[in-house]
């Protein structure tokens, strides 16, 4: 190993809870659009290939603009999305208790991290190669 660098240990991630993950399917079915898809274990949301929203541990993520991730960053307990400390994910911000409460509020905050990841390219599917031959 190059001196210098430190090997940082993964934390073990927890499952998210139960109720968590019923609000987060409950507020994808309303978004026909979106594909649901579990990465690195926890279940998540795409658009057009692009991630718009997932869970993770105990938190509902989604990814926004910059321009909604400005306004959303103001609000009380909302904090950009961290997986790991000194990890920060750039387009994406961690939903706070309140938001979670309110169906609309949660509901027209996905629907901007929808938007967004439908403005972004495409991303081309991986085609599987079979390793055998």
Same mark, same amino acid.
């Given at each position: ?5 430190? /090997?940082?240990?993964?934390?073990? !991630? ?12 409950? /507020? ?9 898809? =579990? ?36 609000? =009380? ?31 027209? !905050? ?14 081309? =599917? ?8």
């Amino acid at each position: 190993m190059p001196e210098g660098r430190k /090997i940082v240990p993964v934390p073990k !991630w927890r499952p998210p809870p139960a109720e968590l993950v019923d609000l987060f399917d409950k /507020i994808d079915q309303s978004f026909p659009e979106s594909e649901m898809r =579990k990465m690195f274990g926890f279940p998540c949301c795409f658009v057009n290939g692009n991630m718009c929203a997932g869970l993770h541990q105990e938190n509902f993520i989604l990814r926004l603009s910059e321009k909604d991730r400005e306004e959303f960053l103001h609000l =009380k307990g909302a904090k950009p999305f961290e997986p790991m400390p000194g990890r920060v994910m750039s387009e994406y911000v961690v939903v706070p208790h309140d938001i979670l409460r309110s169906d609309a509020k949660l509901r027209g !905050w996905f629907k901007k991290a929808c938007a967004y990841a439908r403005s972004l390219p495409p991303k081309k =599917k991986k085609v599987k190669r079979n390793s055998r031959k």
